[in-house]
C-alpha cells in the first residue's frame, strides 16, 4: 500500500505460411509470355518477397499486400512477368520470403522452367583443310528441345551421291576417301515438334602438296660420240655406216632420279643425232658418184682385165707413185 501498477505492451509476430508459385504450366514455348506469382499468408507484420533467376535477383516485379479476415495477419504476394527464350530451359526461378520472425532462415519456393524450342544445328568438319585422298568426318550438332529427330544429310539439294563411301552414322557424315568430286554444299536439317532448322558446310578438297625430299646432285658429263665412215671404192655403190654412242655413266653420279636433268640430256643427244644425220645426208648428197683408183685409169680400152693392169698409167715401174684415197 498505496498499490502500484506498470503496462507492457506485447507484440505477437505472425509466421509466415511456406510460399507458393502460381502461373506455370509446362511446358512454354520460347517466346512465350510468362507470369509467375508467388503467395504467403499469415504473417505479421506483412512479409517480404523477393525474386532471383540464376542466384540473380529480379527487380522489375509487383508487389500486392492484403489484411486476412483476421485484421491481424496479412497476405502478400508478388507477380513476375518475364519473356522467355532458349537460354531459361532448366533454370531455376526462386521466390524467398523475408520476416523477421524467421531469424536468418528464409522461407523458399522453387519453379525449374521447361522451354520447348526449334533446333540449332552447327556442322564440326575433323579437319580444317581437307585434302584429297584423306577421310572427312562431318558432325551435325543439333540442340532443340524436343530432342531433334534423326538429322537429314543432303548435298547440293539432292541426296548423296556415293552412298557406298559416304556413310551416314548417326549425326555424322563421313566421307572414306576425298576426291575433287565430293566438292558442292552439304546441308544438315534437324527436326523436332516445335520447327526446323539446317546448317550448311562448303566443302573445297585441297590438293596434296608435293614434299621435295632433299637431293644431293653432283654435276656429270654426257658425252655424244658419232662416228661416220665412208669407205668409197671402184664399185658403184657407196656405203655409210652412222652409229650414235651414249656413255652408259653419263648419270651414275646421281643420288635421285632428276626428271628435268634427264630430258635435258636426252634433248642434248637427240638435238647431236639430228645435227649428224643432217650433215652426213649432205656429205652423201655432194659427194654421190662413181670413182675409179690409179690402176683402173686407162682401162676403158683394154680387152681383158690383164691388158687393162699392164697399159694403166703408173705401171709397175711407178708403183711409188701410186696412192690410195679413203674419205
Not at 575433323?126 to 572427312?136: A, H, V, Y
Amino acid at each position: 500500500m498505496p498499490v502500484k501498477t506498470s503496462k507492457a505492451y506485447l507484440t505477437v509476430l505472425g509466421v509466415p505460411d511456406k510460399p507458393q508459385i502460381s502461373g506455370f504450366s509446362s511446358p512454354v514455348m520460347e517466346g512465350d509470355l510468362m507470369q509467375l506469382t508467388c503467395k504467403t499468408s499469415g504473417s505479421k507484420p506483412a512479409a517480404d518477397i523477393r525474386w532471383f533467376k540464376n542466384d540473380k535477383e529480379i527487380k522489375d516485379v509487383k508487389y500486392l499486400k492484403e489484411e486476412d479476415a483476421n485484421r491481424k495477419t496479412f497476405t502478400v504476394s508478388s507477380t513476375l512477368d518475364f519473356r522467355v527464350d532458349r537460354s531459361d530451359d532448366g533454370v531455376a526461378v526462386i521466390c524467398r520470403v523475408d520476416h523477421e520472425s524467421l531469424n536468418a532462415t528464409p522461407q523458399v519456393a522453387m519453379q525449374v522452367l521447361e522451354i520447348h524450342y526449334t533446333p540449332s544445328v552447327k556442322i564440326i568438319p575433323s579437319t580444317p583443310f581437307p585434302q584429297e585422298g584423306q577421310p572427312l568426318i562431318l558432325t551435325c550438332e543439333s540442340k532443340g528441345k524436343p530432342l531433334p529427330e534423326p538429322v537429314l544429310w543432303t548435298k547440293d539439294g539432292g541426296e548423296l551421291p556415293d552412298p557406298d563411301r559416304m556413310v551416314v552414322s548417326g549425326r555424322e557424315l563421313n566421307i572414306l576417301f576425298l576426291n575433287k568430286t565430293d566438292n558442292g554444299t552439304y546441308r544438315c536439317e534437324a527436326t523436332n515438334t516445335i520447327g526446323q532448322s539446317s546448317a550448311e558446310y562448303v566443302l573445297i578438297v585441297h590438293d596434296v602438296p608435293n614434299t621435295l625430299l632433299p637431293t644431293t646432285i653432283i654435276p656429270s658429263l654426257t658425252t655424244a660420240t658419232v662416228t661416220t665412215t665412208v669407205a668409197i671404192t671402184t664399185s658403184p655403190t657407196t656405203s655409210a655406216t652412222t652409229s650414235s654412242i651414249r656413255d652408259p655413266n653419263a648419270l651414275a653420279g646421281q643420288t635421285g632420279p632428276d626428271h628435268a636433268l634427264i630430258g635435258g640430256i636426252v634433248a642434248v643427244v637427240v638435238f647431236v643425232t639430228l645435227c649428224s644425220i643432217f650433215l652426213l645426208g649432205r656429205y652423201l648428197a655432194r659427194h654421190k658418184g662413181t670413182y675409179l683408183t690409179n690402176e683402173a685409169k686407162g682401162a676403158e680400152d683394154a680387152p681383158d682385165a690383164d691388158t687393162a693392169i699392164i697399159n694403166a698409167e703408173g705401171s709397175q715401174v711407178n708403183a711409188e707413185e701410186k696412192k690410195e684415197y679413203f674419205i
